[in-house]
């Protein structure tokens, strides 16, 4: 039988902070409810400007804060006060006069904000490195069955209501918060430890880390994996740019899958690729059809039309807030799983609410190219790389045929050289006029992804006759290039770097097309 729950009382408080928010209205209203309070330097300035009655822990201690601040809050009465166990050390603590500190409000450094400016230097880089904090934290989260620890302005208001109905914290309140203290003291020694292993003693970087740590917020437990029989879940990184997929706000719809999540952030990566208005669909993490018009309605019928059959069942992205005219396009026309928007109008709430399964997300400040590393887990290993951001090697675009580019073929090629980036390798997408027409994708072998392109088009009723091609890596061979002109292409872009490129550029001489290199391989696994 489980023990009854317990509430401990909270008669005394430390806080110590470096992200002020809202800490003044906690200490105040803490305060208001009898709570002693107990503070460090510039959290207990800011507490007495307040008019909160606050104790210094120098004079809590005996012991002056020293060496700028280093050394505070190392001394037996404030670790003794957390590492007392309620029932067990009272006689010690009683002898030694370490009263009992019942609640910590700590949080650390900003360690990570600080390595992220350009002009840190090693120096600084230590210096917010925090010592007292993390030290206060574990002790606190260790002895949870007497000690409440709080880590994020967003656990005040808990805390507060919590102490304002029963006087202090119950049990689980007291295990939730530990837990989240842990947490919040392995990310920070995550950070530290990611950011100096990829130094030399001079500050300058030498890579990838020599230790890579991660850690990750579960933001859901999911029904399944790819599969039924597979478990899952979706895990956030806290330090996520803002229009990252990640941070994506559920409006409508059932519950997300595995699949769901993987198809929509493909997606919503591809719609960040341009600055225009656009829509992507997905199937299955590829592209299936990309468009950029001047409205989403405009994009998203000539993204459709590219492989309507592929599209049933998809995810649709678009780079602007999704319209009701837009929304409703997709609702009488498909199936789909679902729709991603920077944001989405009530009108286009209201239409796609008739199919109340179909799963809308907005992501504000999106979409975003991704940032940071891009992690592929291995069979226990993890491969480590940055993103693929840019789009041309150092010498940039290089017109190596006869036939000249221009203005608008040049716009042609770019919009199809995006669009390849997030298709799976091999790939060869075909467009036009901000539109593709055809794509091919993932095979063993780039002139039977040419052939699949061209046969989506055709399945599709699209010409591509006087269309452009793009490639993500170069032709080893002519015959992409022969079966590209067979399909009426006038353009090609492609990295170039064959042995053969000499033949290739020669086959497209010969069949008039005009070819670009772009000296950047794109391949995506």
Same mark, same amino acid.
């Given at each position: 039988m489980a023990?009854?729950?317990?509430?401990?009382?909270?008669r005394?408080a430390?806080?110590?902070?470096?992200?002020k928010?809202g800490?003044a209205?906690?200490a105040?209203?803490?305060?208001?409810?009898?709570?002693e309070?107990?503070?460090t330097?510039?959290t207990?300035r800011l507490l007495?400007?307040?008019?909160?009655?606050v104790i210094?822990?120098?004079?809590?201690?005996?012991?002056?804060e020293?060496?700028?601040g280093r050394?505070k809050?190392?001394?037996?009465r404030?670790?003794?006060?957390l590492?007392?166990?309620?029932?067990?050390?009272?006689?010690v603590?009683?002898a030694?006069?370490i009263?009992?500190?019942d609640?910590?409000?700590?949080?650390?450094?900003?360690?990570e904000q $600080?390595?992220?400016?350009?002009?840190?230097?090693?120096?600084e880089?230590?210096?917010?490195?925090?010592?007292g904090?993390?030290?206060?934290?574990?002790?606190?989260?260790?002895?949870?069955a007497?000690?409440?620890?709080?880590?994020d302005?967003?656990?005040y208001?808990?805390?507060?209501a919590?102490?304002?109905?029963?006087?202090?914290?119950d049990?689980?309140?007291?295990?939730?918060?530990a837990?989240a203290?842990?947490?919040h003291?392995?990310r920070?020694d995550?950070?530290?430890?990611?950011?100096?292993?990829?130094?030399?003693?001079d500050g300058?970087?030498t890579?990838?880390p020599?230790q890579?740590?991660?850690?990750?917020?579960k933001?859901?437990?999911?029904?399944?994996?790819?599969?039924?029989h597979q478990?899952a879940a979706f895990?956030?990184?806290?330090?996520?740019?803002?229009?990252?997929?990640?941070h994506?706000h559920?409006r409508?719809g059932?519950a997300?899958s595995?699949?769901?999540?993987?198809?929509a952030?493909?997606?919503?990566t591809c719609?960040?690729?341009?600055d225009?208005?656009?829509?992507?669909?997905?199937?299955?993490a590829n592209?299936?059809g990309?468009?950029v018009a001047?409205?989403l309605?405009?994009?998203y019928?000539a993204?459709?039309?590219?492989d309507?059959?592929?599209?049933?069942g998809?995810?649709i992205?678009?780079n602007r807030?999704?319209?009701?005219?837009t929304?409703r396009?997709?609702?009488?026309r498909?199936?789909v799983e679902?729709?991603?928007?920077?944001?989405?109008?009530?009108?286009?709430?209201?239409?796609?609410?008739?199919?109340?399964?179909?799963?809308?997300l907005?992501?504000a400040?999106?979409?975003?190219m991704?940032?940071?590393?891009r992690?592929q887990?291995?069979g226990?290993g993890?491969?480590v790389q940055d993103?693929?951001?840019?789009?041309?090697g150092?010498?940039?675009?290089?017109?190596?045929?006869?036939?000249p580019?221009?203005e608008?073929?040049q716009?042609?090629l770019d919009f199809v050289?995006r669009v390849a980036k997030?298709v799976?390798s091999?790939a060869i997408v075909y467009?036009?006029?901000?539109?593709t027409?055809?794509i091919?994708?993932g095979?063993?072998?780039r002139?039977?992804?040419?052939?699949i392109?061209v046969?989506?088009a055709?399945?599709?009723?699209?010409s591509?006759?006087?269309?452009?091609?793009?490639s993500d890596a170069?032709?080893?061979f002519?015959?992409?290039i022969d079966?590209?002109?067979?399909?009426?292409v006038r353009?090609?872009?492609?990295p170039?770097?064959?042995?053969r490129d000499?033949?290739?550029i020669?086959?497209a001489?010969?069949h008039g097309i005009a070819?670009?290199? $772009?000296g950047m391989r794109?391949?995506r696994?």
């Amino acid at each position: 039988m489980a023990a009854a729950a317990r509430t401990m009382p909270v008669r005394r408080a430390l806080i110590s902070v470096s992200d002020k928010t809202g800490v003044a209205p906690l200490a105040r209203a803490l305060a208001d409810h009898g709570i002693e309070i107990l503070s460090t330097g510039g959290t207990a300035r800011l507490l007495r400007d307040a008019g909160v009655p606050v104790i210094e822990v120098g004079e809590y201690t005996g012991f002056p804060e020293i060496m700028a601040g280093r050394v505070k809050t190392l001394h037996p009465r404030i670790h003794g006060g957390l590492l007392g166990r309620r029932g067990e050390d009272e006689a010690v603590m009683d002898a030694q006069d370490i009263p009992p500190i019942d609640l910590l409000v700590v949080n650390l450094y900003p360690f990570e904000q $600080t390595v992220a400016r350009p002009d840190c230097m090693l120096p600084e880089a230590i210096e917010n490195i925090d010592i007292g904090g993390p030290a206060m934290l574990r002790a606190a989260a260790k002895n949870h069955a007497g000690v409440g620890v709080v880590t994020d302005p967003a656990q005040y208001d808990r805390v507060l209501a919590a102490v304002a109905g029963t006087g202090g914290l119950d049990d689980a309140q007291r295990f939730e918060l530990a837990v989240a203290a842990f947490n919040h003291v392995a990310r920070y020694d995550a950070a530290i430890s990611n950011h100096l292993s990829a130094r030399a003693i001079d500050g300058e970087p030498t890579g990838f880390p020599g230790q890579f740590n991660a850690t990750w917020e579960k933001a859901a437990d999911l029904r399944y994996g790819e599969n039924p029989h597979q478990a899952a879940a979706f895990y956030r990184d806290p330090q996520a740019v803002a229009g990252s997929f990640a941070h994506y706000h559920q409006r409508q719809g059932k519950a997300l899958s595995y699949n769901n999540l993987a198809d929509a952030d493909a997606a919503w990566t591809c719609a960040g690729a341009f600055d225009a208005p656009a829509c992507v669909i997905v199937k299955h993490a590829n592209p299936c059809g990309v468009a950029v018009a001047a409205d989403l309605k405009t994009a998203y019928d000539a993204a459709f039309a590219t492989d309507p059959t592929s599209a049933f069942g998809g995810i649709i992205a678009f780079n602007r807030p999704l319209d009701e005219d837009t929304a409703r396009a997709i609702i009488d026309r498909q199936f789909v799983e679902v729709m991603l928007a920077p944001a989405v109008s009530e009108g286009a709430l209201a239409v796609i609410g008739r199919k109340a399964n179909v799963r809308v997300l907005e992501i504000a400040d999106g979409p975003v190219m991704p940032t940071g590393w891009r992690l592929q887990p291995l069979g226990g290993g993890l491969l480590v790389q940055d993103q693929d951001i840019a789009l041309t090697g150092d010498q940039g675009l290089r017109c190596v045929t006869r036939e000249p580019v221009d203005e608008a073929l040049q716009a042609d090629l770019d919009f199809v050289w995006r669009v390849a980036k997030f298709v799976k390798s091999n790939a060869i997408v075909y467009g036009r006029e901000g539109r593709t027409l055809g794509i091919g994708a993932g095979q063993m072998s780039r002139v039977d992804s040419a052939r699949i392109g061209v046969r989506k088009a055709e399945d599709a009723g699209l010409s591509l006759n006087g269309s452009v091609l793009a490639s993500d890596a170069f032709f080893p061979f002519r015959d992409g290039i022969d079966q590209a002109a067979a399909a009426g292409v006038r353009a090609i872009i492609q990295p170039g770097g064959s042995m053969r490129d000499e033949e290739v550029i020669a086959a497209a001489d010969e069949h008039g097309i005009a070819m670009l290199f $772009t000296g950047m391989r794109h391949f995506r696994h």
